[in-house]
Nanobody, 117 residues
């Protein structure tokens, strides 16, 4: 069982930045084999995949965040980050960290991001 703990959410004005962090309860030697993802779920909407980083470091994003969000990983710290710049009101959601390897997948508890003036 892998525990994922997110942090870094909060309230920010439109145009501002936040950095989300997700730490996994496994050693870096194991963490590096996981594909890591950030999802988000806004009120009344389905959970959606926002960004992915593979074990090899390849990244992918949904169109609405391309050029504004950056996903990265630090295997030595078993951590994945999501740098969010130029935040918009529509980015408001609970953001979830997700780890997957073969047929196994794990979720964090989520962290609230609120973009409001």
């Amino acid at each position: 069982q892998v525990q994922l703990v997110e942090s870094g959410g909060g309230l920010v004005q439109p145009g501002g930045s936040l950095r989300l962090s997700c730490e996994a309860s496994v050693s870096g030697n194991i963490f590096r084999f996981y594909a890591m993802e950030w999802y988000r779920q806004a009120p009344g909407k389905e959970r959606e995949l926002v960004a992915t980083i593979t074990p090899g470091g390849t990244t992918d994003y949904i169109d609405s965040v391309k050029g504004r969000f950056t996903i990265s990983r630090d295997n030595s710290k078993s951590t994945v980050l999501l740098q969010m710049n130029s935040l918009k009101i529509e980015d408001t959601a609970v953001y979830f960290c997700h780890a997957r390897i073969t047929s196994f997948a794990y979720w964090g508890q989520g962290t609230q991001v609120t973009v409001s003036s």
